[in-house]
């Protein structure tokens, strides 16, 4: 085990950072919500999602409702995007990739394929790989990353591109920036197999 270096550790710090910040952006408002982003905004080299964690500012629950609540023109939830794909099966597959890597979702409020807790998962297992990456365990930080890169590739890559279009015509501020942070940071699904392992 040869492990990584101090540099190495803090990007991966500062990956998960980035993953968690466009999580919050996803998030419905609520108390210290405002405080949360801030404080994690101010963590990130990225101007794209500084400036998109600045406009959240005047962003409320009536207005993220408006928007992403239940029955509103756009769904936050992945579900909603594969129509074809059994979602007891798609929300089972979520939970085994959850449980497999001990993650809690930080807000009990979302269900396990918004789009907020997904992207909070990918923040959660760049983490894991800092972890790894300081504890100089090369095979656990290798294997954290094939398998983050194939939950963004089954999972986010799904829908991403159509959650930010679907945002773009029927959102404002904050959100339609988030949405094009996202469909840039996840591109769309490819047919590589699962590569799985903890």
């Not at 085990?1 to 803090?10: F, H, I, R, S, T």
Request: aromatic share 8%; charged share 25%; proline share 6%.
């Amino acid at each position: 085990m040869k492990g990584g270096g101090p540099a190495d550790v803090a990007s991966a710090m500062s990956e998960s950072t980035r993953w968690r910040l466009l999580g919050l952006l996803f998030e419905r408002p609520r108390p210290g919500w405002r405080g949360e982003i801030e404080l994690l905004a101010r963590e990130v080299s990225d101007p794209k999602l500084r400036e998109t964690a600045l406009a959240s500012r005047s962003s409320d629950e009536g207005s993220y409702l408006r928007v992403l609540g239940p029955g509103g023109p756009v769904s936050p939830r992945e579900v909603s995007y594969r129509p074809r794909h059994d979602s007891g099966s798609l929300l089972s597959e979520l939970a085994g990739f959850y449980e497999e890597y001990s993650y809690r979702p930080t807000t009990v409020q979302n269900p396990a394929d918004h789009v907020a807790v997904e992207l909070d998962f990918v923040g959660f297992m760049s983490q894991r790989e800092a972890y790894a990456v300081a504890r100089g365990d090369d095979r656990a930080a290798e294997s954290t990353r094939r398998a983050k890169r194939a939950f963004m590739e089954e999972h986010l890559g799904a829908f991403s591109a159509q959650l930010a279009q679907r945002l773009e015509g029927s959102a404002q501020g904050h959100l339609v920036e988030a949405g094009k942070v996202l469909r840039s940071w996840c591109p769309p699904r490819s047919f590589h197999a699962n590569v799985r392992s903890g």
